[in-house]
T-cell receptor, first 112, second 114 residues
């Protein structure tokens, strides 16, 4: 069974601070996706990283896929209250071909 | 439709009753997934379909849970003899292919067993 360990589980910061969320596994994934979920809604895809070592930037968000394709990170620069939400990483492929394996999620709260 | 549609959006049922949750995926999406989410937590995989077949149903918690998909489109998740621990948000997602492609989620069905 492939598992994704996401940390931290909770993050409460002030507007303007930087933060990093980690997603780690002992298994190799063919790709890793990051989703953001707001209350009462389903998760929405932010980015997919496919190549080991890949770095993708989405405005103030930077996503990195580990060289061995076992881990990933999400870094947010100068967080805004609008960034508040549940962030989920999900691994695709590997031995769990055909399903997305999700981490436990990180609940981010950005205070004005 | 434009997105993944789930119904009902909320369901309150008595312990021991059966419930059916429905998912209408995006037209043309071959893969369909069911996940369960407890309050503020990650997503627990239940089952996924490729077309009408379910190659992986390993996440179904017990034999009280079953799912089917017909016509490569609509899927129904059935929970028999509901228990209080079944209370959660049940999320459905579809994607164009099996992996490495974006999964589009519905808004979920919030199931409360009283």
């Amino acid at each position: 069974t492939q598992l994704l360990e996401q940390s931290p589980q909770f993050l409460s910061i002030q507007e303007g601070e930087n933060l990093t969320v980690y997603c780690n596994s002992s298994s190799v994934f063919s790709s890793l996706q990051w989703y953001r979920q707001e209350p009462g809604e389903g998760p929405v895809l932010l980015v997919t990283v496919v190549t080991g070592g890949e770095v993708k930037k989405l405005k103030r968000l930077t996503f990195q896929f580990g060289d061995a394709r076992k881990d990933s990170s999400l870094h947010i620069t100068a967080a805004q209250p609008g960034d508040t939400g549940l962030y989920l990483c999900a691994g695709a492929g590997g031995t769990s071909y055909g399903k997305l394996t999700f981490g436990q999620g990180t609940i981010l709260t950005v205070h004005p | 439709g434009a997105g993944v549609s789930q119904s009902p959006s909320n369901k309150v049922t008595e312990k021991g009753k059966d419930v059916e949750l429905r998912c209408d995926p995006i037209s043309g999406h071959t893969a369909l997934y069911w996940y369960r989410q407890s309050l503020g937590q990650g997503l627990e995989f239940l089952i996924y379909f490729q077309g009408n077949s379910a190659p992986d149903k390993s996440g179904l918690p017990s034999d009280r849970f079953s799912a089917e998909r017909t016509g490569g489109s609509v899927s129904t998740l059935t929970i028999q003899r509901t228990q209080q621990e079944d209370s959660a948000v049940y999320l459905c997602a579809s994607s164009l292919f099996q992996t490495n492609t974006e999964a589009f989620f519905g808004q979920g069905t919030r199931l409360t067993v009283v």
